[in-house]
């Protein structure tokens, strides 16, 4: 299942096992198979073989783990913080969160991914200045989506899967920014306040068959039947951002922002499960069967708030411009990246 998640722009995060347990039961072991320990390191092989693409970590803790990267992973899409636009903005974006180091089986406990379409309008284009205390030409709102099928083959292995993204956020102009070298040289963009709320989710099986695989020991080979490992992964997210940011635009190409935010999570759970079956004979000297079996499921829940800080730079190109994130947890292992391209009206 490494080969699938590289597939799904998760190459990052290698999967290694020993939590998650895989029996292998000898059933048969005769004629040079039985010569010294030859069953016993063929046994072994074969279950490295089979783990050798599960998480390092038991199936709960996973699950808690996917289910805080999965909101996680689109921290940034859903809004703007590097620019201030008259009219509409129109942004295209993919982001990438892990919670723990993947490759550390004391802390390796998930991973998130995330894409959307985001459109953006000033309210300023409303017949009316103010709503109350509110100046419409300071305040954007932003329509995210996304729904993209995630089905593909890869060598022996399928994936099929659903990514589904629907975010509504409003952006407020708190403190209005200072030009200090005109003609974009060197500006602030002063303070905004952003806010609303962020639905995703994403279901995905990995299959990975290991039919005719061979494994051998001393000369002593054993071969995969109808053999296969499923990881089934489903993971839905409810959150409401509340975010504070700032910009400076540099020599007119460059933009640097950040900012810091709070993350209500009205809702997140993820459901895992494993299930492996098949037997691996043996055509040489003797008689050998091994047959190999799993089921494992659990769901874990996401954490209730998360506090964070993130930054990012723009490239500002003549009708283009295009951005690069990282967000931080703060107070856990959280970190996600995402990057844009963006076109303002």
């Not at 419409?136 to 729904?147: A, R």
């Not at 409810?238 to 190409?253: F, G, H, K």
């Amino acid at each position: 299942m490494k080969k699938l998640m590289m597939g799904l722009v998760v190459a990052a995060t290698t999967l290694n096992a020993n939590a998650i347990d895989i029996s292998v039961t000898n059933v048969t072991c005769t004629g040079a198979y039985a010569s010294g320990t030859v069953c016993d390191q063929l046994d072994a092989e074969v279950q490295n073989l089979v783990e050798g693409d599960l998480p390092d970590v038991s199936i709960g803790k996973y699950g808690t783990g996917i289910s805080n990267a999965n909101g996680f992973a689109y921290r940034g899409l859903g809004s703007d913080y590097s620019d201030h636009f008259e009219i509409a903005a129109v942004k295209l974006g993919g982001g990438l969160a892990v919670e723990g180091d993947m490759n550390d089986a004391e802390t390796a406990s998930g991973f998130g991914i995330g894409a959307a379409m985001t459109i953006g309008v000033n309210m300023g284009i409303l017949p009316v200045d103010k709503v109350g205390p509110v100046e419409m030409k300071k305040l954007d709102v932003f329509l995210s989506f996304v729904s993209q099928n995630l089905d593909q083959d890869i060598d022996d292995a399928t994936v099929e899967g659903d990514l589904s993204y629907f975010g509504l956020m409003a952006r407020y102009h708190l403190i209005e920014g200072i030009d200090f070298v005109p003609g974009n040289m060197l500006s602030w963009g002063g303070v905004y306040l952003h806010t609303g709320i962020q639905r995703s989710s994403w279901s995905v099986d990995f299959s990975q068959q290991f039919e005719d695989e061979t494994v051998e020991v001393s000369g002593q080979d054993a071969t995969f039947g109808n053999s296969s490992a499923n990881f089934a992964i489903e993971s839905s997210s409810l959150t409401i951002p509340l975010e504070v940011s700032t910009y400076m635009r540099t020599a007119w190409a460059l933009t640097f922002f950040g900012g810091a935010g709070l993350d209500i999570v009205l809702s997140g759970n993820t459901d895992v499960e494993l299930d492996a079956s098949g037997s691996v004979i043996g055509s040489t000297g003797g008689s050998y069967q091994t047959d190999i079996s799993a089921s494992e499921s659990d769901s874990g829940e996401a954490d209730a708030t998360n506090f964070r800080a993130f930054g990012g730079l723009q490239l500002n190109l003549p009708f283009v411009r295009f951005t690069a994130q990282l967000n931080k947890g703060l107070g856990n292992d959280l970190v996600g990246f995402n990057a844009g391209i963006k076109v303002l009206y």
